[in-house]
């Protein structure tokens, strides 16, 4: 089996990240992890990477204060831009950094928050919140930090977002 390994986020990766992307035919700035970079030096967020025998397989976020109002006000962390390379996905590697970022939360919350898009792109990270018992928070759709009402006339994409919370 290959050797999994999760690491911080170094400043020489975020060209091999930008290049794993574009491998995938996604557009995804240097400058991005760039600033996730200089963000982890602050300690505003912290960068966890997954790699296979070396080779960058998948990332994920932690923010320390979510963008999130209902996750600020009760200081809960939020995971954000979790990914991993198509190539590498089914493996556990979704799983090892979920796990490594719940540890990096428990020390600061007993809450990890975490928000998924709608359509079926993010069927698989749906699965995967709730089997790791992720549960919604109640708030329902959230657009531009704002729950949608009934009614409400949306263009599905990436921005509509589901809100989960899982106790550690």
């Known amino acids: 089996m290959p050797r999994l390994s999760i690491r911080f986020l170094q400043k020489k990766d975020a060209p091999i990240i930008h290049q794993s992307f574009k491998n995938q035919e996604w557009n ?23 790699e296979i025998e070396g080779v960058l397989a998948g990332y994920l976020t932690i923010m320390w204060r979510s963008n999130y109002e209902p996750f600020q006000a009760k200081n809960i962390p939020e995971i954000v831009d979790f990914n991993v390379f198509i190539k ?15 540890i990096q939360i428990k020390q600061i919350s007993s809450t990890a928050g975490i928000g998924v898009g709608l359509i079926k792109d993010y069927g698989a990270a749906q699965v995967l919140y709730v089997k790791r018992g992720y549960v919604p928070d109640g708030r329902g759709i959230i657009l531009d930090n704002h ?7 949306v263009t599905l994409g990436d921005d509509p977002i589901l809100y989960f919370t899982k106790e550690l």
């Open 88 to 102: 590498f996905q089914r493996q556990g590697i979704g799983n090892a950094l979920m796990d490594a970022a719940e």
């Open 147 to 153: 729950p949608l009402s009934y009614g409400d006339l």
């Open 28 to 50: 995804k700035p240097v400058s991005q992890y760039e600033k996730y970079f200089q963000e982890q030096v602050e300690g505003v967020r912290t960068v966890l990477i997954a």
